[in-house]
């Protein structure tokens, strides 16, 4: 499931990200995509390659990892994003919804630490 009015555009400073066409009220899911669950063994192949930076860490234990589907792997990070995400461990999906009011032309960003106001430091130079 994703919502129609999301499109890829250029960010002009992260690349590429998802914006909105209409506004988006606070709690709207707004995707919900279904990922494929690798191995360990995976991960640590993945992690050097260009895919590390699109790949989520994976299961409870967090000893796995998973490529997203959707729009997923397209949204950047924001350490005050305007959306958060859920991970499905048992269906093996990723859940993105507003935590606030999105506007008509706005991109969408979620904390890539997992909790959707989390500011630890991230792998890269992060805004």
Request: charged share 30%; with cysteine.
């Amino acid at each position: 499931m994703l919502k129609p009015h999301l499109f890829v555009d250029h960010t002009g400073s992260m690349g590429r990200g998802v914006f909105t066409r209409e506004r988006i009220p606070a709690g709207t899911v707004v995707e919900l995509s279904p990922v494929i669950v690798m191995s360990r063994d995976d991960r640590i192949h993945l992690d050097k390659t260009i895919l590390h930076d699109y790949i989520f860490e994976w299961g409870k234990n967090k000893d796995r990892c998973c490529m997203a589907l959707g729009l997923i792997p397209i949204y950047n990070h924001s350490y005050k994003s305007n959306c958060e995400y859920f991970m499905d461990y048992e269906d093996e999906t990723i859940l993105v919804k507003t935590v606030r009011v999105i506007i008509k032309g706005e991109e969408l960003t979620i904390n890539y630490n997992g909790n959707w106001n989390d500011e630890k430091r991230l792998w890269f130079d992060a805004k």
